[in-house]
């Protein structure tokens, strides 16, 4: 279940999306070979296990008796194990090819919808230069003609981002980020230091080890002046 | 005067300049569901309140266990349980007060509310310090004295916040540097200080008439 459910869907996402974290394409004969090794292992190891479970054997455990006659489906459980292992090697291998690879992915490989495809691979930290403008679920393949393309007006010196009404998403309301500053990684430190590890050694920890995260907070709460004199230029009551 | 209930767009729109949307001229805040941290205070308040209810829940499951309902004490003393429902009920005026002047950018109305404010949750703390010394019974006494001190705990932690919160926000509105969007920040502490007072009531409910039904 977990692998059917879980695992084949992550290896998917993760063809799907290194090229856009590293900026390199996955390596498709190798790929090829994992997903039919990985999928006729990952058959050959489970499919054994419904029938001995229909059998009487039961989940979880390394060992039984040799009369219960469950030895042969084992043995083939086991080797559809190994061709798992070796589609996973096959992956561990791709990845680390792949890495080095000399051409780069292009900004979308898949001819996919959605905004992340829109930016070179890998992003630039800073995403978009300008915030594009969405009518849809699938902005790339759908540019409305004739619409506005992107968003201006957002102050370039300090963080502004835009809210959108909940169910609309009209543009609402410019809302001014926090700069950068300390107390956030104080309450960080304070948090892990002197909260959580405080509260493993001592019941008394839960409740007084409160106190300095509460404290950060309020100091990274509390505006400083050159951050509202930015704040009031900006400032556009509703 | 503009009322937070109203969650449509800016009366100043985004306006088309060529290919870009210019939202130069939106506000820079807004009251009610257009603040994001009206939605964390939401969350928060759902939290709260699910776990509130688990109590109380799991409350009336321990009693339907027992025998006898205080196990083997008394009730909790109901002075100073009911001195503190008295007093968060009237804390509501000034509290919806505060809200409105802050969404009217009264200024002066939002000072003496928060004042007002603060003052009363200094004393209900104190009550609620006075409440614990009257349980009549000890946190690891029994299932009893286990979920009653879990439930006014609870609720304790959500008071202690909020005053604090208001003490804060008292402190900033009169000393400054201020901006608008403080007056969100007042409002939003309104509301969440609504959550304590409403959620007090089923609570003194359950912990101080649930053992004497």
Redesign the interface.
């Known amino acids: 279940m977990l692998i059917g459910g879980a695992v084949f869907p992550l290896l998917g996402a993760f063809f799907y999306w290194f090229p856009k974290v590293t900026g390199r394409m996955m390596g498709e004969r190798m790929g090829r070979w994992q997903f039919w090794l990985f999928f006729i292992g990952v058959n050959v190891t489970f499919f054994p296990m419904h029938q001995l479970g229909l059998q009487g054997m039961p989940r979880r455990i390394y060992t039984y008796l040799a009369e219960s006659g469950w030895g042969t489906l084992n043995l083939v459980s086991i080797i559809g194990a190994v061709v798992v292992d070796m589609s996973m090697l096959l992956f561990v291998l791709n990845v680390v090819l792949s890495l080095f690879r000399r051409e780069r992915a292009a900004e979308n490989p898949w001819g996919a919808p959605t905004l992340e495809w829109a930016v070179p691979s890998p992003p630039p930290p800073f995403n978009f230069v300008v915030l594009p403008v969405v009518s849809s679920r699938e902005p790339l393949w759908s540019r409305e003609t004739g619409g506005a393309t992107h968003v201006s007006g957002l102050a370039t010196g300090t963080r502004e981002g835009l809210v959108t009404t909940v169910l609309d998403a009209v543009p609402d309301v410019r809302y001014i980020y926090p700069s950068p500053g300390i107390w956030p990684f104080v309450a960080a430190l304070a948090v892990a230091g002197c909260w959580l590890i405080w509260s493993i050694f001592s019941a008394q920890g839960a409740l007084w080890g409160m106190i300095p995260p509460t404290i950060a907070f309020i100091a990274w709460f509390w505006p400083r002046k050159r951050e509202n004199d930015q704040h009031l230029a900006l400032e556009k009551r509703p | 005067m503009?009322t937070r209930r109203e969650?449509?767009?800016?009366s100043v729109?985004?306006v088309?300049?060529g290919?870009?949307?210019?939202?130069?001229?939106?506000?820079?805040?807004?009251?009610g569901?257009?603040?994001?941290m009206w939605w964390g205070t939401a969350g928060m308040m759902a939290i709260e309140g699910a776990a509130f209810a688990f109590m109380i829940v799991i409350y009336f499951y321990l009693r339907s266990l027992s025998d006898s309902w205080p196990s083997g004490g008394a009730a909790p003393d109901l002075l100073w349980g009911t001195l503190n429902l008295g007093l968060i009920l009237v804390s509501a005026v000034p509290n919806i007060y505060a809200d409105r002047a802050a969404i009217d950018?009264d200024l002066g109305k939002v000072r003496i509310c928060l004042v007002i404010l603060s003052v009363i949750g200094l004393v209900l703390l104190l009550v609620r310090a006075m409440e614990f010394t009257t349980l009549n019974v000890r946190g690891d006494e029994s299932a009893y004295g286990s979920v009653v001190w879990m439930l006014l705990g609870l609720h304790t932690f959500n008071l202690i916040t909020d005053v604090?919160d208001s003490l804060?926000l008292t402190a900033?509105i009169l000393k400054g540097?201020?901006?608008?969007?403080r007056f969100v920040d007042v409002a939003e502490n309104s509301g969440y200080w609504n959550f304590v007072v409403v959620t007090w009531v089923p609570i003194y409910a359950v912990v101080y008439w649930g053992p004497r039904f």
């Open positions: 503009t969650a449509r767009p800016a729109a985004a088309r300049r290919d870009a949307l210019d939202v130069a001229n939106l506000p820079s805040y807004g009251f569901n257009r603040s994001l950018h604090a804060v900033l540097p201020l901006e608008g969007k």
